[in-house]
């Protein structure tokens, strides 16, 4: 598979944070000479929050996770690639319970505690014969150093491996976070889905992390997509393994940087899964202003970021605005033909709902050559504002999702 | 273009209709070489019904059509395809005004009983200074036998014309039905649309064919995607030229075998709409059945449908039925995981959450390869029922729609 052309030049080192370490071994899942199994070990309980898919066929670890959230008290997070358990009956629940017992066997912890993910095939009964034996490789050689091979053994279709981090000072002191992600379509439920990992030294009760993660998911992880479609899958987890005292107030004065930090991690999480989407030669953001309401304005955008016409007019870098009038027309949500404003870039290609007297295909062609792409759409009917993002719709995606037989 | 492979084999032959002629001719308002303006003229006032896209941003010709209907008397249709006059503001209003006040010129009728359709490029100002001449050509022409030219004359990307023709008896006598469409992506905003024009001649009043007519669309028009895109211009009209006392309820025995005549020729246009989607080399229907209601199994009938997942799949010939349970979970509808049966032709795949015990990869993969598809997802938790239609997703599509600078 060769790599997104968006890929990043450079991947950030994240630094070591005390009371986490992680490891990744190969238990032959699926892939042959990768690794595909990931541990993620706290010392001490972490404080852990969650956000998951909204579907309404979810995995079985995702049913798993949502059960055990509500203590918010993390030992672990096992993570496997190649098998996403999910569809598997009661198999499924066998073998999420059976991966939760082992990790909890080796580090010696409640099985409560182990937060678990897979992301893969669907369908296909998860293995997990071998897995206490695998757990066991993987907590030998569990080190506070390995964010980078983590981010690589959760990897399915991606075609690079999804990091960032920030420090953050609070009261004189530093502190950091430090994010992994995959995913490459919304979901190939074959290969992909969309996961990530957050993990913070600053100490803060689950309560407050929930609340966070909860409010930044809307803006990042729920504000992309590749093609629409949402995985079985989907989960992101946020935890505090911070020594001392909790913060436990969301509107302490202390999590200022934080929250920043949290904003700042997540977005660029999500701006490498849209960078790697599957078959993806640019990155699109679409902001949609002017509309009723601020939902109003993100289902507008999600119908433009998710229309094949659209895509594939960016993929031929056509300034095609007409797509865009059709994409909002079609979208459901109040809008007023005679007001609106559309631009590519800085370039305003159609106003007051007719094309610019003085429009130039030509500036319009300049920027829909770029790797990242601006759509603005003001609707001028109310104060509603959102902002998305995708990728364009290419052959290469037809070819990676169906040029193949299962 | 080549021509799709799923075009029919034969085209029917429509039978001339007493009191209703067509005429098509070059107008050049786009493509050079062929016909592009379509006159249908009724001798006497025929009833009309219609029924137009749902989008927020509708053509000027919609707005037309609508504002006009309410009489329900019209004697003529006109459409042009090679330009949508969509999103053409003040002036696109001006060049519907003018095509109806030109063609009511030379018919020598009120403008408010000409009908208006355009297909082609959104944006681009319609230039109507020739109109007049034009449609006098085409009266000069007219004839009861141009339906197939009247086909030809309204296509865009569409790569055969589409018809379909039922006799029906009424108390002894043979009445007739005849229908033409054009579409191909259920919209590509520079060339595509989805438009359709009826005539019965059994005399019925506007009323009852509106009301037969939006009925019918449900379950033929409205239920069949290319690519989720939904035109600015979608039209369909349905007019009675029958001379004699008109039947003005919507109960009365004599519509009964008109009724199935219109059920069938919308459903065959509706198949003949599928079969021409862009890129397509499958037709695939979808039928959800045991969902809450009837509503809730169309919306996941359509999310399997718009599924660009499930779409390639089917392209690649792969039973991958993993996607088909992701597109139920993400329609956002009730549904039970547990309960779901999932079956490619009259191959049961899944049951109960799971993959069938006797599962056989080599059975499925011979449904596929058919050109024919019939995909059955029985959710087991009420009574709902709906079936759409849909084709493959191709390299071809994204090649018709991304391959050129417009």
């Given at each position: 598979?060769?790599?997104?052309?968006?890929?990043?030049k450079?991947?950030?080192?994240?630094?070591?944070?005390?009371?986490?370490s992680?490891?990744?071994?190969?238990?032959?899942i699926?892939?042959?000479?990768?690794?595909?199994?990931?541990?993620?070990?706290?010392?001490?309980?972490?404080e852990?929050?969650?956000?998951?898919?909204?579907?309404?066929?979810p995995?079985?670890?995702?049913?798993?996770?949502?059960?055990?959230?509500?203590?918010?008290k993390?030992?672990?997070?096992?993570?496997?690639?190649?098998n996403a358990?999910?569809?598997?009956?009661?198999?499924?629940?066998?073998?999420?319970?059976?991966?939760?017992k082992a990790?909890?066997?080796?580090?010696?912890?409640?099985?409560?505690?182990?937060?678990?993910a897979?992301?893969?095939?669907?369908?296909?009964?998860?293995d997990?014969a071998?897995?206490?034996?695998?757990i066991?490789?993987?907590?030998?050689i569990l080190?506070?150093?390995?964010?980078h091979?983590?981010?690589?053994?959760?990897?399915?279709?991606d075609?690079?491996?999804k990091?960032?981090?920030r420090?953050f000072?609070?009261?004189?002191t530093t502190?950091?976070?430090?994010?992994?992600?995959?995913?490459?379509g919304?979901?190939?439920?074959?290969m992909?889905?969309?996961?990530?990992?957050?993990?913070?030294?600053?100490?803060?009760?689950?309560?407050?992390?929930?609340?966070?993660?909860?409010?930044?998911?809307?803006?990042t992880?729920?504000?992309?997509?590749?093609?629409?479609?949402?995985?079985?899958?989907?989960t992101?987890?946020?935890?505090?393994c911070?020594?001392?005292?909790?913060i436990?107030?969301?509107?302490?004065?202390?999590?200022?940087?934080?929250?920043?930090?949290?904003?700042?991690?997540?977005?660029?999480?999500s701006?490498?899964?849209?960078?790697?989407?599957?078959g993806?030669?640019k990155?699109?953001?679409?902001?949609?202003?002017?509309?009723?309401?601020?939902?109003?304005?993100?289902?507008?955008?999600?119908?433009?970021?998710?229309s094949?016409?659209v895509?594939?007019?960016?993929?031929?870098?056509?300034?095609?605005w007409?797509?865009?009038?059709?994409?909002?027309?079609?979208?459901g949500?109040?809008?007023?033909?005679?007001k609106?404003?559309?631009q590519?870039?800085d370039?305003?290609?159609a106003?007051n709902?007719?094309?610019?007297?003085d429009?130039?295909?030509e500036?319009?062609?300049?920027v829909?050559?770029?790797?990242?792409?601006?759509?603005?759409?003001?609707?001028?009917?109310?104060?509603?504002?959102?902002?998305v993002?995708?990728?364009?719709?290419?052959?290469?995606y037809?070819?990676?999702?169906?040029?193949?037989?299962?």
């Amino acid at each position: 598979m060769k790599v997104s052309p968006l890929a990043p030049k450079l991947y950030p080192e994240l630094p070591p944070l005390t009371g986490v370490s992680l490891a990744a071994v190969e238990a032959g899942i699926k892939y042959v000479g990768r690794k595909d199994l990931c541990l993620i070990k706290f010392d001490k309980p972490a404080e852990i929050a969650g956000v998951f898919t909204t579907s309404k066929c979810p995995s079985a670890p995702v049913d798993w996770c949502r059960k055990h959230l509500a203590k918010g008290k993390a030992n672990a997070i096992i993570v496997n690639s190649g098998n996403a358990n999910a569809f598997t009956g009661k198999r499924g629940e066998e073998s999420v319970a059976l991966t939760a017992k082992a990790t909890s066997a080796v580090l010696g912890c409640s099985p409560k505690t182990v937060f678990l993910a897979s992301t893969g095939v669907i369908g296909e009964p998860l293995d997990t014969a071998g897995f206490e034996e695998k757990i066991r490789m993987a907590e030998a050689i569990l080190s506070e150093q390995k964010w980078h091979e983590a981010a690589q053994a959760i990897m399915t279709t991606d075609t690079y491996p999804k990091l960032a981090t920030r420090s953050f000072d609070v009261d004189g002191t530093t502190f950091t976070l430090n994010g992994i992600a995959k995913g490459s379509g919304m979901i190939a439920p074959d290969m992909a889905t969309m996961l990530s990992f957050l993990v913070t030294d600053l100490p803060v009760d689950h309560k407050v992390l929930q609340k966070l993660l909860s409010r930044n998911t809307k803006s990042t992880f729920n504000a992309v997509t590749v093609d629409s479609d949402t995985s079985t899958s989907d989960t992101v987890l946020l935890a505090s393994c911070g020594a001392g005292k909790k913060i436990t107030e969301p509107n302490d004065k202390r999590l200022k940087s934080f929250k920043v930090a949290l904003e700042e991690v997540m977005h660029e999480l999500s701006m490498l899964l849209v960078r790697d989407g599957e078959g993806a030669t640019k990155q699109v953001g679409i902001t949609v202003s002017g509309a009723k309401t601020k939902r109003s304005a993100k289902r507008i955008a999600f119908a433009i970021a998710n229309s094949p016409l659209v895509k594939t007019a960016i993929a031929g870098e056509d300034a095609n605005w007409g797509r865009i009038v059709m994409a909002v027309g079609k979208a459901g949500e109040p809008a007023d033909r005679d007001k609106l404003q559309i631009q590519f870039g800085d370039i305003i290609v159609a106003q007051n709902g007719e094309r610019v007297p003085d429009y130039s295909e030509e500036d319009a062609s300049r920027v829909m050559r770029q790797d990242e792409i601006e759509i603005a759409v003001d609707l001028g009917i109310g104060k509603g504002t959102a902002k998305v993002w995708t990728c364009d719709l290419t052959k290469e995606y037809v070819a990676i999702n169906g040029d193949y037989r299962s």
